[in-house]
């Protein structure tokens, strides 16, 4: 895979792509919150060839900068990887996105619909309408309440309370500790723990955005990710109520958050899935 820095309005962000040119639209991977690209390390070899592949850090993780002007709301990571995807020239991608990053994609599709025609949000945490989605998932929720206790202590010490934190997001507590112990370096320096809590404040005051009936919309979530299907139950009442066709809500089994780690040919076997379907099929979880 080749990896380069842009530089974005000032902000660098971190790329690499994969897969190989054909005819099948581009794919755009976005991770969550405090992780990197790394997460779709193993997912990557199990999508169907004949597309190319995207993976981006989003501002203030992996290996991009945090932003020194701009918020990490959800609405600043869409406007920088929309910038990105317009240096590289994508068109008519389907965006896939974990966590933060489904909500990412969600706006995406919504504001660069050329670019981004349709969304896969696997995990989703920060999507949906009041009340069912408009308070932090309850492993960030107490974090954010400490931000100023973490700022005053050293660095370390918020980057291993987020890997308390999201380490129940794995069904293997193990490999989830080896997992995390990667995608937290970045946070364990001075700068790190500025970005980090800069993401815990922009999460704890941002609303939702809700799902828009028209946005071809899939959703992944692990059977055992109580919050993840509560979002997703409450993304799929509102299409209903607005007269929406079904969407997609795959339920797999046996996994909780961290399905691209846990369950990657299962998560890329329905990414490819939803690259072939209509903009609008029936429900099968």
């Known amino acids: 895979m080749r990896g380069e820095f842009v530089d974005l309005d000032g902000v660098r962000l971190y790329c690499h792509a994969a897969g190989t040119r054909g005819r099948g639209a581009p794919l755009v991977l976005l991770h969550g919150a405090f992780t ?3 997460l ?3 997912v990557v070899p199990h999508l169907p060839d004949g597309h190319r592949i995207l993976l981006v850090d989003l501002a203030g993780h992996g290996r991009s900068d945090a932003p020194a002007s701009h918020t990490p709301t959800v609405a600043e990571h869409a406007a920088l990887v929309g910038a990105l995807l317009s240096v590289f020239g994508v068109e008519g991608a389907t965006c896939v996105g ?3 990053g489904g909500a990412v994609a969600l706006r995406l599709v919504r504001e660069h619909p050329t670019r981004v ?3 896969v949000a696997v995990a989703p945490a920060f999507m949906g309408s009041p009340p069912a989605a408009r308070r932090l998932p309850p492993h960030l929720r ?3 309440w400490l931000r100023p206790l973490f700022m005053r202590l050293p660095p370390g010490w918020l980057a291993s309370a987020l890997h308390a934190a999201l380490l129940p997001g794995f ?3 193990s490999q989830g500790a080896r997992t995390l ?3 937290l370096l970045p946070f364990r320096t001075t700068a790190g723990r500025r970005a980090a809590a800069a993401q815990l404040a922009a999460l704890a005051t941002a609303s939702p955005d809700a799902a828009p009936s028209g946005i071809p919309l899939s959703l992944v979530v692990g059977a055992d990710d109580r919050w993840g299907r509560r979002v997703a139950a409450a993304v799929a009442r509102d299409r209903r109520a607005a007269g929406a066709p079904p969407m997609p809500v795959e339920v797999v089994p046996g996994v909780g958050a961290m399905l691209p780690h846990e369950a990657p040919d299962t998560l890329a076997a329905l990414v490819a ?4 379907a209509g903009d609008h099929t029936a429900a099968s979880g």
């Open 117 to 119: 025609s349709r969304a």
């Open 273 to 276: 899935r939803a690259l072939t």
């Open 181 to 183: 112990d990667q995608h």
């Open 142 to 144: 107490r974090l954010a």
């Open 171 to 173: 069904v293997d507590r």
């Open 36 to 38: 990197s690209s790394h």
């Open 98 to 100: 974990h966590e933060l």
């Open 40 to 42: 779709w390390e193993e």
